[in-house]
């Protein structure tokens, strides 16, 4: 989805609290993987590999310069003969340390040995985030942060999903001080 069709989405969603907390949950990622300096590991469940963001999430570190935002994705089952980067499976989670940032995509339930390598690469360090849809209240509450994404119609899990990776790859527009407006020469018009 390029910048246009993001903007015209967040457009639509005006009067929502989705614009706001896709960009704050993305800017809370952006910050974490550029604080941390190691690497963004992006891990869905059993049933759904995040395809769709970490191609997005590579895009955006293109696009923005922050190439920390690249993510090595996490699968639960690698084939064989899958290329070697796409060869990375759950045993990344027990060498995940305080360098690291776990993004969590999770659609629905969530297993219970699951649960405990986030929870394990949580101890050793790892910054966890989370965009749930899965309602599951143990990866609330083991996540640093969370995006909470409610069953709905309207905003499919994969249209947050562009929304937070634009919201990573966004940079904040610096405020004006107030010194600057008082003494600035005036416009001309």
């Not at 634009?166 to 001309?188: H, I, Y």
């Amino acid at each position: 989805m390029d910048a246009l069709r993001v903007a015209l989405l967040r457009e639509a969603l005006a009067g929502t609290e989705w614009p706001r907390a896709t960009r704050a949950f993305g800017g809370a990622l952006r910050r974490t993987v550029r604080r941390r300096g190691g690497g963004l590991l992006l891990v869905g469940t059993a049933a759904y590999e995040p395809w769709h963001l970490a191609a997005h999430l590579d895009e955006e570190a293109a696009w923005s310069g922050v190439p920390e935002l690249a993510p090595t994705l996490v699968r639960h089952r690698v084939p064989a003969g899958a290329r070697p980067h796409l060869s990375v499976g759950l045993g990344r989670l027990a060498a995940a340390g305080r360098s690291d940032t776990l993004l969590v995509v999770a659609p629905g339930p969530l297993g219970g040995t699951f649960l405990e390598r986030l929870s394990a690469a949580r101890r050793d360090g790892a910054t966890l985030l989370a965009v749930d849809a899965s309602g599951t209240p143990d990866l609330r509450g083991l996540a640093h942060d969370a995006l909470d994404v409610p069953a709905d119609p309207l905003l499919p899990l994969d249209t947050v999903q562009h929304l937070v990776a634009a919201g990573a790859a966004a940079t904040r527009r610096p405020r004006p001080r107030l010194t600057d407006r008082l003494f600035s020469p005036p416009r001309r018009w």
